[in-house]
């Protein structure tokens, strides 16, 4: 993008670059040298032997996958419908859900913990998995509608000609075809149920169903602010998704591309 | 609980802490996005150049963006605070007069969530712009230098222009981050001190989980920003339908030429 032919230009660049850079560095190396201050990397081992350590993730992997799960099937079937099938008002019922495309979670806090009390919820990965896929949905309802739009109706209308009925159109024309938005958009619910914080925080009060994001919260009482533990339990926490960034690039970025579509 | 009518309203808008929040929301939302444009950019050109290390710089940028708030929070306190790292780099530079408490006092607590706001969200901004601008046809860039523009009058009367659809996206998706801000604040400031660095999510959660709570003012104050939400999203909405039809730039369609 930027004329480089020059080698002034080409080394001007290069250093403006890594300067600006530096201060991206400077939080994870203040984490990374913080967490190995005192007992050095006994402080990860301190934090890797404390019991239900790895509970938290599966927790948070619980916590995804029904998320995932439910929005992917809820997601499809919407998309579907508004785009595809004739039902009468869907635009009215269509705009009814967008109104709730920005909706913020923090409002909901109170009346999602009295629905949650009236429904017995309370203190299963229900009350957590059920209103972070509700908070998403619509966004992702008006992102794969996008998409549906944008695929043949030709293409139905010649199943439907050799006799498939409209379960067979939704399994076998639909879901196919909208592989490319289905992936995209589950790398993006993933980022978002696996960095969740305040539902989490909220409903899962039980430290054998806390996520990963609770983790520094866990620590800092078992460890009655020991801020070297905190932080090697932060490094920890960190390396499992940035693994899965550096291996997923191309998803993560198409997912997270997926957000500004709107 | 007692009837009490509009009360509850009337009592968040008088309320100097609810009006703090909210100046707070707009102060934080104009920067954050001004520098997440600017960042974005900047950065989606330079690693769009040749330079060694591309792929080394564009994690470190994303890493921010893909790793929760909640487990980056205890670094940034690090930091920041009295004995953190910021203050040891100004006084290595001989710049030890600047130390201060950065988060612990009403007049610099906000910069530092904003700071750190800026941190977590140019790596977004990035990755939008970066792929927009494998989609400019170089041709154009090259008239361009033709004409005697230099790599910043490219960039910014080109360039920028072309991406226009992403920076208008941008605007309204940090709009709505700054309504909802609470990760960050609560893990790093709390809203203090003295309320100095509140926003509506810090203001309503801190309603909620007080002993003393007040949820008919918590709902008040949760209702009044679902008013400006689904203000938000109907505007968006309205654009949207304005624009369709629209290629997604998922589908892997050939690039339509921006007028």
New interface residues.
Partial sequence: ????RRRG??IT??I???V??I?????????VA?SLEGAGWGNYGAVLAVPGFFRFFLNSAIVSLGAIAIIYIATMMAAFGFSKLRIRNKELYF?LL?????????????PLYSTAVALGLLGTFWSVILPIAALQIPFTIL?AR??V??IPDTLFEAARLDGAGTWRLFWSVLLPMSR??AA?LIVLVL?NA?????LPKVFLVNDDMGV?????EFFKRQYNDD?PK??AA?VV??IP??L???LL?RQ???G??????? | MVPVGFDNYVDALGNPIFWTAIVNTLVYFVVVFAVQVLGGVLFAAALHSKVHLANLYKVIIVIPVVVAPATFAPAHVQVWQSDGTVNRILDALGLGALAQSWIGQSTTSLLVVILVGCWGSIGFGFILYFGAMTQIDPEMLEAGRMDGAGNLRVLFSLVLPSVRPITISLAILNFITALKLFDNVWLITQGGPAHSSEFLGTLIYSEVASTDRDLGYASALSMILLVIAVAVSVVMQMRSRERTPRTPILTKRKAEPDV
Avoid: C, H
């Fill in positions: 993008m930027f004329d480089t230009a080409r660049l290069q403006l670059l890594t600006a850079v201060p991206f560095v400077i939080p994870l190396y203040a984490m913080k705009w967008m109104a709730a495309l920005t909706l913020p979670e923090v409002v909901l806090i109170a992102i996008g998409f739009d944008n490319p938005i995209s980022i696996w960095n969740s914080y305040l990963v994001t609770l983790l520094p801020i905190v932080l932060a926490t960190a998704t940035i899965a960034y550096v690039q993560f970025e198409r997270m591309a997926a957000g500004a579509i709107k």
